[in-house]
């Protein structure tokens, strides 16, 4: 009597089957629940940066009068110098130990630096210098984007690639909403607040919200030591490495492909990576002295409506990054960071100064002028508690630089939160890319330097500009810097494309 033959309905083969199915997909829902832990994880990063940049100025003033300008420049690039120094150490780090080492510690490091920023008013002189350095060590924390970005870009395939970068983006637009907000929210509390004595912290509408990202740090913390697996996939999605891989493996697959990444489109990223970042970082600089000096808003007012103001631009964002998407599998990456840097382009030219409408002029801090003598009624008395309003006189560009108008500003806003999320994303997208299936925690530390070099510069030059130039030679400074980005795009267009498809593996 002849034996049936098997087929797929017989126990053994159909175990088997489902056994393997089972496993793929619980690789898959872990990968994915591990890639979502990194969405979080740079949402949270983006909230320890902006959470606290519309009352970063007001604060300064506040608490240390010898506070100017051009010190705002480096208190605001402190955060990138930190972020700069620390990127390639842990990146460096992610390639040759688990990725949850590096992250719990710089989340630590965070944590504590967010601490310390709202303890800074406590001591009794050097004040600032104290702000100064918890933004380097809230910086350094933030090293950690490295991690997250070669933790992501190893995580996917090359179709998933632009996807899930554009949500990481979007997670990265939603902290920046987030943060802005609320600071607004909170800048109700007001500046005086209220006082725990048994801490001897004062909880006002500066420092609640640096406690209130420490809270987020460990909540983040919590998340990367429950959820976070390694996970390492190739370009069509396989996994190429079990989870918790050694380190050993990963230099291999390093040395096969170094020799094959193209160094000039690596180069070439990462100096339109620079130049993307500075002129947003010249933008989120300038937009409360600006706000403040053209439209004469208080120290309190800055922070609501530029709070407002940001929390709309993280919303058009999100959108952008929604999209990203799309556009980019319709048209390519490259055509969508071109499109980008012109819209930028349009925002900074916009803002030039034009008409013949002057800013009111601050005059509160004349002493000894004739001027006063002439005219003592626009002049508050010495005790007047009024804070004053309006452009300082000590800017001399301000008796005959003509105002930027409240409708510039919301319109070059719209712009640049057009234009920069859609840069940003295609930007780190074409760099992953070019890499290939290698381990890119260190070329990401390089990215992430590169544009934390560019945060670190960015607002130091505007600054220093800004305060003795004026908005004129500014905005025409930026402009002519995009013009110079879309330039090197466009000459290096052939280049910057993905490693499968510069070796024929694929067809672009």
């Not at 918890?134 to 992501?152: D, H, I, L, M, P």
Request: aromatic share 12%.
């Amino acid at each position: 009597m002849s034996q049936p033959e098997p087929d797929d309905t017989t126990p053994l083969l159909r175990d088997e089957r489902s056994s393997s199915d089972d496993s793929q997909d619980d690789d898959y829902r872990s990968r994915w629940r591990s890639i979502r832990v990194m969405y979080f994880t740079m949402f949270l990063s983006s909230v320890g940066f902006t959470i606290v940049i519309t009352s970063l100025w007001p604060y300064l003033q506040k608490t240390d009068d010898s506070t100017d300008a051009s010190f705002l420049g480096w208190v605001v690039a402190a955060y990138s110098i930190g972020q700069m120094v620390a990127s390639p150490i842990f990146g460096w780090w992610s390639n040759h130990r688990p990725r949850r080492e590096p992250l719990v510690c710089s989340i630590s490091i965070n944590l504590a630096a967010n601490i310390y920023y709202a303890y800074a008013y406590l001591p009794k002189t050097y004040n600032k210098y104290h702000i100064l350095m918890s933004r380097v060590f809230v910086g350094f924390g933030a090293g950690n984007v490295a991690v997250v970005r070669s933790y992501v870009a190893g995580a996917t395939s090359l179709n998933e690639r632009t996807g899930a970068m554009a949500n990481m983006s979007a997670c990265q637009a939603l902290g920046f909403i987030l943060g802005p907000a609320l600071q607004a929210c909170l800048s109700f509390i007001g500046e005086e607040g209220v006082t725990l004595d048994f801490i001897a912290l004062k909880l006002n509408m500066y420092t609640t919200p640096a406690l209130l990202a420490a809270v987020f740090g460990l909540i983040n913390i919590l998340l990367v030591v429950i959820l976070l697996r390694e996970h390492h996939v190739d370009e069509d999605g396989r996994h190429i490495q079990s989870i918790n891989y050694t380190s050993e493996e990963r230099v291999d697959i390093s040395e096969e492909t170094v020799e094959s990444i193209d160094q000039v489109a690596v180069m070439t990223s990462n100096i339109l990576f620079f130049i993307i970042m500075f002129i947003f970082a010249i933008f989120e600089t300038i937009t409360t002295p600006l706000s403040m000096d053209m439209f004469a808003w208080t120290r309190e007012e800055a922070v609501l409506y530029n709070g407002i103001i940001l929390c709309c631009i993280g919303f058009v964002s999100i959108l952008v990054f929604l999209a990203v998407k799309v556009a980019a599998l319709r048209f390519g990456d490259r055509p969508v960071l071109l499109i980008g840097l012109v819209i930028i382009f349009c925002g900074f030219f916009i803002l030039l100064p034009w008409g013949n409408h002057y800013p009111k002029i601050q005059w509160a801090d004349i002493k000894n002028n004739s001027f006063v003598t002439q005219m003592p009624d626009l002049v508050p008395a010495p005790n007047s508690t009024v804070e004053p309003t309006g452009c300082p006189i000590e800017q001399t560009w301000c008796q005959y630089t003509p105002a930027i108008h409240i409708a510039q500003f919301f319109s070059a806003d719209f712009l640049i939160g057009v234009g920069y999320p859609a840069c940003n994303v295609m930007s780190y997208t074409l760099y992953s890319k070019i890499l290939g299936p290698k381990p890119q925690g260190v070329y990401m530390g390089w990215l992430t330097a590169s544009g934390s070099g560019a945060r670190t510069l960015g607002p130091v030059f505007v600054s220093h500009v800004y305060t003795h130039l004026g908005p004129r030679w500014t905005f025409s400074l930026i402009c002519g810097m995009v013009a110079g980005a879309i330039i090197l795009l466009i000459s290096a267009y052939r280049r910057l494309i993905a490693f499968s498809v510069r070796h024929g593996r694929i067809v672009e």
